[in-house]
């Protein structure tokens, strides 16, 4: 059997499996949808706006597009280029494949692209999200980042933690301690306690970390003198009314003390955590900051913390392979690359089977602030999964039911044991 056979036995399987999405940005409910919106500002409020932009497509246009100025055949012209040079990226086949199975546009161009307008404005109504996620996509639940006030048919919650390690200003400070002004470093850190221990109660099942859009992600030793220091400077003024909105200026060892001990709360609660890796969302970023080896001494220092790396660590995926081969507690994600590169995603799991316990993957999160989105990404995804797979049939390495099960390992079982989803009352379809 070669591995197109291979493929086309164990593609109808994967297409039929009820999945567990890992990660998504969407509107916590559903009638909080942007009703203002269009099919341009959906399609491009996440992801494939930044090809457009690496492709060329200038801001002043951009603009124009996003704030609705002229008709959808002029705007459509704004961006015919520059999706004429980016239709072949995993974030425009996931926009592509969504055109032509929720609204049956077989594909998004001149001549349809007034008729994807006009579906989509139809579309805005409620029962989208039960359309898309249950119907159509078979998502059994999906972790969303990060509202404990979420649809609970479709939803738990994940809580993010930078808030405690990057306070930015003075009203940061007042919605991360729950309102209050903290005036001494330890009432800082028991608000930070509460406030993680208010989001267990609530109902979250991870919290995740998203630091490596701010700084690297090594995280060093830090002194409580250290942290109190850096914490009075800023402290000290918070009191003010003119303070308000002002920026907070912090050190390293403020935000490494900060970490550690958020880190050993969520420990306490037996929850994971969550760290984004690799390629950051955006047009230029700092990427060396996300490279996930940098990582290594934190997973030596918690070994009784479940950290999960999320996004392969594109383009670190070998990278990830090797971590999370040496360390019990580190668990890989494929949640938003299959968008970033369908190819690599491929790459990725064909060296995560060959080096990595299987229990310790999951296969997908949708990573989209746009409900349709996922759709076409949970598409791409099965494909992925299938396409490593059949590339293990056809080695030898498998038979066609080790993959079935592999493949609902990663879609279903492992979430579901990874971010312990039976204690937050989700049941697993039989």
Known sequence: ???????????????????????????????RRDQNGDLFIEFMRHYFNRDLISAGMNSKDMERVMNKEGTVMERWKLLEPHWQASRF?????????????????????????????????EGMKPGHYELVLKEKSNIVISLLDSDPNCDKRYFRSVFRLEQ?????????????????????????????????????????????????????????????????????????TLHYPD????????TRAYEDYMLHHVIRRVTHHNLPVQIHTGLQEGNGNMLPNADPL???????????????????????????????????????????????????????LNEWLDAVPMNKICAFGGDYALIDGVYGHQLMARENIARSLADKMALGVMNENDAQE???????????????????????PG
């Open 1 to 31: 059997m070669n591995a197109q056979q291979a493929y086309e036995r164990i593609l109808p399987h994967v297409m039929n499996l009820p999945i567990i999405d890992t990660h998504e940005h969407l509107p916590a409910k559903e009638e």
């Open 89 to 121: 990226t995993g974030y425009a086949r996931a926009l592509a494949l969504a055109a032509r199975d929720i609204y049956d546009v077989p594909h998004i161009a001149a001549d349809t692209i007034e008729t994807l307008y006009a579906r989509f404005e």
């Open 164 to 236: 405690f390690l990057f306070p930015f200003s003075a009203d940061a400070i007042q919605e991360a301690s729950g309102g209050q002004v903290p005036r001494t470093f330890p009432d800082w850190l028991d608000l930070c306690t509460h406030a993680v221990d208010r989001e267990v109660s609530n109902g979250c099942v991870a919290f995740k970390i998203g630091m490596a859009y701010f700084r690297p992600l090594s995280v060093g030793p830090a002194t409580y003198q250290e942290a109190e220091a850096c914490f009075q400077k800023f402290s000290d």
């Open 243 to 250: 303070w308000q909105g002002k920026p907070i200026t912090r």
């Open 294 to 348: 940098k990582l290594n001494n934190l997973f030596l220092e918690y070994p009784g913390t479940r950290f999960v790396l999320m996004h392969i660590g594109y383009p670190w995926h070998i990278q990830m392979t090797a971590l999370a081969k040496n360390f019990p507690n580190v668990f890989l994600d494929m949640c938003w690359s299959h968008i970033i590169s369908p190819n690599a995603s491929v790459q990725a």
């Open 406 to 428: 592999v493949a609902r390992r990663l879609f279903l079982d492992n979430p579901y044991a990874i971010f312990g989803l039976k204690r937050h009352g989700v049941e697993l």
